[in-house]
C-alpha cells in the first residue's frame, strides 16, 4: 500500500500537475504528433536506484528527466518538456 500510496504522489507535484496528462493534452490540439517515454539509463543499487528518462515528441527529445521509479523520472522529463514549451509559447 505504501509503495502505491508514494508512486500516486510521485505523478503529481506540489501543484497538483500531472505533467504527463499535461504534455498528452498539449501534443493531441494538433493531429499527427508521437510522444513516446524512452529510458536512457539507471544507475546505483536495487534499492536506490536512479532512472533517467526522456520524453520524445515525433522522435525528438522534447525533455530528461530523472527519479528513483520510472513513474518519477517520467514525470520529471514531461514537466521539463511542458516548461520548455510553456517558454517557447506553444
Known amino acids: 500500500i505504501h509503495r ?3 508512486d500516486c504522489a510521485e505523478e503529481r507535484t506540489a501543484a497538483g500537475r500531472d505533467f504527463k496528462t499535461v504534455l498528452q493534452e498539449m501534443v493531441q490540439r494538433e493531429n499527427g504528433h508521437e510522444l513516446k517515454y524512452h529510458l536512457t539509463g539507471s544507475e546505483g543499487p536495487d534499492h536506490a536506484k536512479t ?3 526522456e520524453v520524445l515528441l515525433d522522435g525528438v527529445c522534447a525533455g530528461e528527466g530523472k527519479g528513483h521509479s520510472k513513474k518519477e523520472a517520467e514525470q520529471a ?3 521539463a518538456a511542458v516548461e520548455k ?6
Open 4 to 6: 502505491l500510496i508514494i
Open 51 to 53: 532512472f533517467y528518462m
Open 77 to 79: 522529463a514531461a514537466r
Open 85 to 90: 514549451m510553456e517558454k517557447e509559447g506553444v
